[in-house]
T-cell receptor, first 112, second 121 residues
Framework: AQTVTQSQPEMSVQEAETVTLSCTYD???????LFWYKQPPSRQMILVIR??????QNATENRFSVNFQKAAKSFSLKISDSQLGDTAMYFC?????????FGTGTSLTVIP | DTAVSQTPKYLVTQMGNDKSIKCEQN?????MYWYKQDSKKFLKIMFS???????INETVPNRFSPKSPDKAHLNLHINSLELGDSAVYFC????????????????????FGPGTRLTVL
């Protein structure tokens, strides 16, 4: 069975600081994808970053980067230079085949 | 141009009524999904269709029935609405992963619609 765990229900960070959101997962598949989605108050689900399991290099998208530890089944999201617009729910997701598994989310608040 | 659209965005109705939520994607994707997001923001998969065929049907009441007239549309019909059905419902789509030499050759992220906030009074 596939599972995704986000152990931090809520986090806060000062504007311009760096914050790391944790995610661990479990799967017996060798070929899978991992994603971080952002859901701001507008409720639209927005893809933040993605990682292929067979790539060792950590994905980076501007201020967003991941720390992908395959052996530990860990996929954390680092947000640098936090901005007020980063305030949102963040969901970690695992994709195997055509199925997606989501964590319970982390509510991030950026404090001015 | 909207990739995944849902209508309506807001739906307020009385208990016992029957309602439908429509979803359309113009991305050429083969797989479409319905999720329910409750008040605690938990995302729960309800259904998944691949090329108009049901591939996932999680434990949801029979009152919920998906209909896929073609692979670009996946509508959700809900009969005899109950108070507990109040939630935000998201439609999503993704393409099938193409395997080449045992490795996926393309990303397979889901694209989400804007969500439909359903309130049952």
């Amino acid at each position: 069975a596939q599972t995704v765990t986000q152990s931090q229900p809520e986090m806060s960070v000062q504007e311009a600081e760096t914050v790391t959101l944790s995610c661990t997962y479990d799967t017996s598949e060798n070929n899978y994808y991992l994603f971080w989605y952002k859901q701001p108050p507008s409720r639209q689900m927005i893809l933040v970053i993605r990682q292929e399991a067979y790539k060792q290099q950590n994905a980076t998208e501007n201020r967003f980067s991941v720390n992908f530890q395959k052996a530990a089944k860990s996929f954390s999201l680092k947000i640098s230079d936090s901005q007020l617009g980063d305030t949102a729910m963040y969901f970690c997701a695992l994709n195997t085949g055509n199925q997606f598994y989501f964590g319970t989310g982390t509510s991030l608040t950026v404090i001015p | 141009d909207t990739a995944v659209s849902q209508t309506p965005k807001y739906l307020v109705t009385q208990m016992g009524n029957d309602k439908s939520i429509k979803c359309e994607q113009n991305l050429g994707h083969d797989t479409m999904y319905w999720y329910k997001q409750d008040s605690k923001k938990f995302l729960k998969i309800m259904f998944s269709y691949n090329n108009k065929e049901l591939i996932i049907n999680e434990t949801v009441p029979n009152r919920f029935s998906p209909k896929s007239p073609d692979k670009a549309h996946l509508n959700l019909h809900i009969n005899s609405l109950e108070l507990g059905d109040s939630a935000v419902y998201f439609c999503a789509s993704s393409r099938d992963r193409v395997l080449a030499g045992g490795l996926s050759s393309s990303y397979n992220e889901q694209f989400f619609g804007p969500g439909t906030r359903l309130t049952v009074l």
